[in-house]
Structures are given as C-alpha cells and as structure tokens.
C-alpha cells in the first residue's frame, strides 16, 4: 500500500505563512510529478503547484511569487511555502503524487486525506 500523509495547515491571518508537508511512504519503486492542490467551498479541486522529479516547477498564476514547491526524493517528500497569504488562499490543500509501486508498473496517482488551510482578513 502507498500512503500521502500532510502536515502543517492550520490559521493564520493575511499576510502570514505556513509550511505544508507531505510525505509518501509504503511500497514504492519510483515517483514522478508531486504536487499540490486545493478546493475551496463550492468550487472545483485546482492544481496550486507542481514538482517534477528533476526539480522543474509548476505554478497556479494566483500563487505565483508567493508560493514555493519543493521535494526532497530521498525522503519522499514534497513542501509547499506559503508567504503572503491572502483570504482567498483558503481551503482543504491536498497532496498528489504520480508513482510507480514497481519496476515497468502502470504510473498512478496517489492523493493525501487534505489538510485545512484558512487566512483570516
């Protein structure tokens, strides 16, 4: 089995940062793009940013120069920085991951539980 555990939402007022982590672990042979994603109330899940293994990123256009992805692979784990927090960044942050479980396996993605993230103005 393949797990996506993350830590690190909670409040925090406009303006202000906080530090997401997930961390992948269980039976896993190689991984591909993580990343980040969030879904407001009432609106669709939307990719915030994304990470190749290679270290080349992918950025939402409203979190542009405010957000920052990065991954340790030796961990199997991918961050997200969040500076400049705005009201609109609320919402439930889910990880995802594209991996393989085995050597020539199909590439699947993996989704972690969602942690909640909410900017007060």
């Known amino acids: 089995q393949v797990q996506l555990v993350e830590s690190g939402g909670g409040l925090v007022q406009a303006g202000g940062s906080l530090r997401l982590s997930c961390a992948a672990s269980?039976?896993?042979?190689?991984?591909?793009?993580m990343g980040w994603y969030r879904q407001a109330p009432g609106k669709q899940r939307e990719l915030v940013a994304a990470?190749?293994?290679?270290?080349?990123?992918n950025y939402a256009d409203s979190v542009k120069g405010r957000f920052t992805i990065s991954r340790d692979n030796a961990k199997n784990t991918v961050y997200l920085q969040m500076n400049v927090m705005k009201p609109e960044d609320t919402a439930v942050y889910y990880c995802?991951?594209?991996?393989?479980?085995?050597?020539?396996?199909?590439?699947?993605?993996?989704w972690g539980q969602g942690t909640q993230v909410t900017v007060s103005s």
């Open positions: 995802n991951a594209n991996l393989r479980r085995y050597n020539r396996g199909s590439w699947t993605d993996y």
């Open positions: 269980g039976s896993i042979f190689s991984i591909g793009v």
């Open positions: 990470i190749t293994s290679d270290g080349s990123t």
